[in-house]
């Protein structure tokens, strides 16, 4: 059983950092790749970045692309979202979430397992 458990997220000035936090549990990963992704309300969920569990390698979508960076701690089989410069239009729930296979996906259909979201709030 997949589970996936994210740290919690908080209000933040414009401009800011947060870092989240997705632990994963219930096998091993190395043949997965992890994906971000957030959604804010009344919109759809919307990709955020993916890595690339065996390599590290990372993809971005282009409004976070230089601001957010996704990294892995292999010994906590944790995946960490590293958030820049924040922006008021960066509130939103973020998930976390795992898609099996070494190809680096955009689209939350794509994943099967999900963390429980975490509230970021950015101030303007």
């Known amino acids: 059983q997949v589970q996936l458990v994210e740290s919690e997220g908080g209000l933040v000035q414009a401009g800011g950092s947060l870092r989240l936090s997705c632990a994963a549990s219930?096998?091993?990963?190395?043949?997965?790749?992890i994906g971000w992704f957030r959604q804010a309300p009344g919109k759809e969920r919307e990709f955020v970045g993916a890595?690339?569990?065996?390599?590290?390698?990372?993809i971005y979508a282009e409004s976070v692309e230089g601001r957010f960076t996704i990294s892995r701690d292999n010994a906590k089989n944790t995946v960490y979202l590293q958030m820049n410069s924040l922006k008021p239009e960066d509130t939103a729930v973020y998930y976390c979430a795992v898609s099996q296979g070494l190809l680096l996906k955009t689209e939350p259909a794509l994943y099967a397992y999900w963390g429980q979201g975490t509230q970021v709030t950015v101030s303007s």
């Open positions: 219930g096998r091993s990963f190395s043949s997965y790749c």
């Open positions: 890595l690339r569990w065996s390599s590290g390698r990372t």
